[in-house]
């Protein structure tokens, strides 16, 4: 009997659960994937002062699968650029996926911090070329009611933080989205939202502006964070004097707690709430929608662009735990929901849930990067998802 790739994936956790129990459940000493490949090749492991004067701390997960899309690769680098104990830890992933058809997308989103972290630079490159169901406006539509949208896209967004008080930055930023060879195809007797927007729906736009960006971050590694604070608050004004197709601003508050419930074991709640709003000419691909946030990790449950809408209101919570003692193999449960609005100055219509648990594999104990395996149940849908780094 064949089984289904979702029941493959459950028998490889399932082994892999009893061989972290039987072989490391009494050594309390931290354990990744690293210390496990040296086991298997016999090779001698590193010291520990040596390991941690290492400066670049390197992962890669050869494969994955997340919103629909065929990953090639998801890859980590983590490295301090000045001491750790007074510096954050920075990251650069970089992901390449294809579902091997013409459809791409390589993507580069670093996070990196300064000497006593007085600047943080934040950077979100991308080219793709993107088919994705479009269902249309707002929070309540039919998963079977849709049109195929299909497009071509660049991204170059820069931002620079500059300290100012303890945790407390401002910055300033520049944004550009280039999106061509835009295509609506409505699949069967459906009216598609698409097709009556006003604002980029045509061949081709550019979404061109500034940003002024408030951040406090108190975490000192946002790879896996341990406890801490995170909140932004961002905005964006498109113009045609930059050199934007449609005139256009854009509003973003993000706010994430870590709380730790034991100071012993690895048992953490983390929240997550977010506004993202968008007023004036609005492009139609650029609205708040499923997975569409820089780091794409906003819906699980659900897949790339399943709701849109020209406000977002977004919630989550997920309990992190360890299930061995020495922090090979981890676990979460989460819940999220999300609500859109039809248009910029339209109410939100309702909340689309999801519910689902996950399994964490360390896979480098030095930056603290798990490998995680996600299984999200929302409205009608189900997806997985395979990555380094938590969702937030």
């Known amino acids: ?39 298997i090749f016999k090779k001698e492991a590193p010291r520990a002062k040596d390991a ?31 001491d750790p104990d007074s510096t954050n830890i920075s990251t650069i992933y970089f992901y390449p996926y294809t579902n091997f058809n013409g459809r791409y997308s390589f993507v580069v989103n670093s996070n990196v911090w300064s000497f006593k972290n007085k600047y943080n630079l934040v950077s979100d490159l991308r080219i793709s070329a993107i088919e994705i169901e479009d269902h249309g406006l707002g929070s ?5 009611s849709y049109a195929l949208l299909e497009y071509k ?60 960006n408030i951040l406090r971050d108190n975490r000192k590694n ?43 074991k690895r048992h953490l709640l983390a929240l997550h709430f977010l506004y993202w709003g968008t007023f004036g000419e609005s492009p139609y691909l650029d609205l708040p929608a499923t ?28 309990y992190r735990f360890n299930l061995s003692r020495n922090g090979f193999w981890g676990g979460v449960l989460f819940a999220n929901l999300q609500s859109y609005t039809k248009g910029s100055n339209t109410n939100f219509m309702g909340f689309d849930p999801s519910v689902g648990f996950g399994f964490r594999l360390k896979f480098n104990k030095q930056s603290n990067a798990n490998l995680t395996v996600d299984f999200g149940f929302g409205k009608d849908s189900f997806n997985w998802h395979l990555n380094i780094g938590e969702f937030f």
């Not at 082994?15 to 129990?21: A, G, P, S």
């Not at 009216?191 to 604002?199: G, I, K, L």
């Open 153 to 212: 896209s660049f991204r170059a967004r820069l931002l620079m933080n500059r300290l100012i008080v303890r945790y407390l930055y401002f910055g300033l930023g520049y944004y550009l989205d280039y999106y061509d060879k835009i295509q609506g195809t409505p699949q069967g007797d459906f009216s598609s939202d698409f097709e009556t927007y006003p604002y980029g729906t045509q061949q081709s736009h550019t979404s061109s502006g500034l940003v002024m």
């Open 52 to 82: 941690k004067s290492k400066k670049v701390r390197f992962s890669i997960m050869p494969a994955s699968n997340s919103s629909g899309k065929v990953s090639v690769s998801a890859i980590n680098f983590a490295f301090y650029l000045a």
């Open 291 to 318: 997975f569409t946030d820089r780091e794409a990790r906003m819906g699980r449950g659900y897949y790339y662009a399943r709701y849109r809408g020209g406000q977002l209101l977004y919630g989550e919570t997920e």
């Open 1 to 39: 009997m064949m089984l289904s790739i979702e029941k493959k994936v459950l028998l490889v956790l399932y082994f892999m659960l009893c061989f972290t129990f039987q072989n490391h459940a009494q050594d309390t000493a931290q354990y990744d994937l690293i210390d496990l490949g040296l086991k």
């Open 140 to 144: 309540d539509n039919d998963i079977n």
């Open 222 to 264: 946002s790879i896996n964070p341990d406890n801490g604070f995170y909140t932004n608050f961002s905005y964006q004004f498109y113009h045609p004097v930059l050199g934007s197709t449609y005139r256009w601003s854009g509003f973003l508050a993000d706010a994430r707690k870590y709380i730790r419930l034991s100071e012993k």
